[in-house]
T-cell receptor
Framework: EAQVTQNPRYLITVTGKKLTVTCSQN?????MSWYRQDPGLGLRQIYY???????DKGDVPEGYKVSRKEKRNFPLILESPSPNQTSLYFC??????????FGPGTRLTVL | AQSVTQLGSHVSVSEGALVLLRCNYS??????LFWYVQYPNQGLQLLLK??????LVKGINGFEAEFKKSETSFHLTKPSAHMSDAAEYFC???????????FGGGTRLMVKP
């Protein structure tokens, strides 16, 4: 089944403790992206990647890092999480650079 | 810069009534436009998309949307609401740098029996 997977689905952590949220797609898509969803703000893009080893900032990149060493994986790294990064995170991928397919989401709480 | 405005963060309709969710956008390039639906505790599912072909776009679950360039609108409609349509709906525009999707704030649709 063609899909985007994210792990973990739920995470509670404390301020300053580094964490990684993994994202993987099995559709051989070149484009991958991370969004965060906050009430009333819709989804905002954090980072995107047009291909392996090519990443760039989206609208809200502060406090986040990404890497794209393999085509299928695009992990999101929070090196020193803060409470304002409590949010619902979505990974997405695209094969035609038009339609994006979304993962199931990761709900992160930073205490 | 692109932007999307969804009028009404909450919309309530009776089962069987017309659903109308409003979306207005701004874009400096010819846009691709999307409607996504998010059911509770789930990810986003594509309802329909406009990619410069027909201006009236039909999607899944009986939804459709009409692209009106003169009004910069892409409103979502469904003739008859069903209880299972209760969800949050997001309008989005693509076409900016890096294929970024710019989302509206979302509209939560409630369907009353």
């Amino acid at each position: 089944e063609a899909q985007v997977t994210q792990n973990p689905r739920y995470l509670i952590t404390v301020t300053g403790k580094k964490l990684t949220v993994t994202c993987s797609q099995n559709m051989n898509h070149e484009y991958m992206s991370w969004y965060r969803q906050d009430p009333g703000l819709g989804l905002r893009q954090i980072y995107y990647s047009m291909n392996v080893e090519v990443t760039d900032k989206g609208d809200v990149p502060e406090g986040y890092k990404v890497s794209r060493k393999e085509k299928r994986n695009f992990p999101l790294i929070l090196e020193s999480p803060s409470p304002n990064q409590t949010s619902l995170y979505f990974c997405a991928s695209s094969g035609d650079f038009v339609e994006q397919f979304f993962g199931p989401g990761t709900r992160l709480t930073v205490l | 810069a692109q932007s999307v405005t969804q009028l009404g963060s909450h919309v309530s309709v009776s089962e069987g009534a017309l659903v109308l969710l409003r979306c207005n956008y701004s874009s400096s390039v010819p846009p691709y436009l999307f409607w996504y639906v998010q059911y509770p505790n789930q990810g986003l599912q594509l309802l329909l998309k406009y990619t410069s072909a027909a201006t009236l776009v039909k999607g899944i679950n009986g939804f459709e949307a009409e692209f009106k360039k003169s009004e910069t609108s892409f409103h979502l409609t469904k003739p008859s609401a069903h209880m299972s349509d209760a969800a949050e709906y997001f309008c989005a525009v693509s076409g900016g740098a890096g294929n970024m999707l710019t989302f509206g704030g979302g509209t939560r649709l409630m369907v009353k029996p």
